[in-house]
């Protein structure tokens, strides 16, 4: 018994590596997966995977990402059950989007494109980022694991903190304290900052959230460096001007710090059509859907300000998966998204 194409093209699409920066292998199968299937399919500048169907003046673009984070996973089904980096975030909801566009197949006066850019999970977002002056679409899904049955809203805004201080190295039995020491004091002086503003805040999902992404330490017999990247995630109503005044000045004078990959947060409507399209399809296949704010970011945070558009993310799996070592996406699930998709483009 052959296996059912929308699970073949998932698998396959899990079985090849895509990291960030290594996705052309993954770009190149697509296309010609999206071409035999009737879309209109190349690799643009950037390197993302484009397939169009239809022609007309209203486009609905679906928006995934092919890249995923680093870590081989080996591939197996098991109990209805696929396991892969990737599975979930986010090849799952990329390859629903192809699955669903195909099946809706044209309509007069529109146009689905489906698009697998690179780099959403790097800080660059390089492959939204190249979309931005080049479409301007009536409508956009954004594809992100939500759950079957979720619509996400929001996501959190980010901001990245590299820290690096050198000293002149200090005996450990001394009074001086060493740069990892200082490191540390600086690490929690930040997490004090957020949790303090979290606590002071009344709404559900408006904390700041601090993280300590990495910190390492080295010296040549006369001088100790360590280098230390904070993340934190920003939500609705705290200006990114105003927190990085607040890390600086906890920032000891002899440190150095820098900020980068700023993304500011992103809450869309939910009274749009294509929000109550969504909705709709859910209850249809038997759901009751629930909206979700996600504490991370996306491309939704790219795009979403520029295109000021309809928006929601959408697709199957269980976003607390992402990026783990036991990653994997509920192929029950998977149909059922594919099924709420096309009832959606039905009403788009």
Not at 46 to 69: C, F, K, R, S
Not at 114 to 131: C, K, N, W
Not at 311 to 338: Q, V
């Amino acid at each position: 018994m052959s296996e059912d194409p929308c699970l073949q093209l998932l698998r396959r699409m899990v079985e090849i590596p895509s990291p960030s920066g290594q996705e052309r292998d993954l770009a190149l199968f697509l296309v010609a997966e999206m071409e035999r299937q009737g879309f209109r399919s190349w690799v643009d500048e950037a390197g993302n995977a484009v397939g169009e169907l239809g022609q007309g003046p209203q486009e609905i673009l679906l928006l995934g990402h092919m890249d995923t984070v680093p870590g081989f996973i080996p591939v197996r089904i098991e109990d209805g059950v696929l396991y892969g980096r990737g599975a979930v975030d986010a090849k799952g909801p990329l390859a629903a989007f192809i699955c669903a566009a195909a099946q809706i197949g044209t309509r007069p006066g529109k146009r689905v494109v489906v698009v697998g850019v690179v780099e959403e999970e790097a800080s660059s977002s390089r492959g939204a980022r190249h979309l931005l002056e080049r479409r301007r679409p009536s409508a956009v899904i954004i594809g992100e694991p939500s759950g079957w049955d979720r619509v996400t809203l929001g996501y959190k805004g980010r901001l990245l903190v590299d820290y690096r201080l050198q000293k002149p190295l200090s005996h450990t039995a001394g009074p001086e304290r060493g740069a990892c020491e200082s490191a540390v004091d600086f690490w929690l002086a930040v997490r004090d900052y957020a949790a303090q503003y979290s606590r002071a805040q009344q709404s559900p999902g408006t904390s700041l959230d601090a993280s300590l992404r990495s910190i390492s330490s080295h010296g040549d017999g006369f001088r100790e460096v360590v280098e230390a990247r904070l993340a934190l995630r920003i939500p609705l109503g705290l200006q990114l001007p105003e927190v990085r005044k607040s890390i600086a000045s906890l920032c000891p004078p002899e440190a150095q710090l820098s900020f980068h990959a700023d993304e500011l947060p992103f809450r869309a409507s939910k009274s749009t059509p294509l929000v109550a399209a969504l909705l709709s399809a859910i209850r249809t296949l038997g759901g009751k859907p629930v909206f979700s704010y996600k504490t991370g970011t996306s491309d939704m945070n790219v795009v979403g300000p520029a295109w000021n558009c309809p928006i929601a993310a959408y697709g199957p799996g269980d976003s607390r998966l992402d990026h783990t070592p036991n990653e994997h996406l509920d192929l029950l699930e998977y149909e059922k998204a594919i099924a709420v998709l096309v009832e959606a483009l039905k009403c788009l």
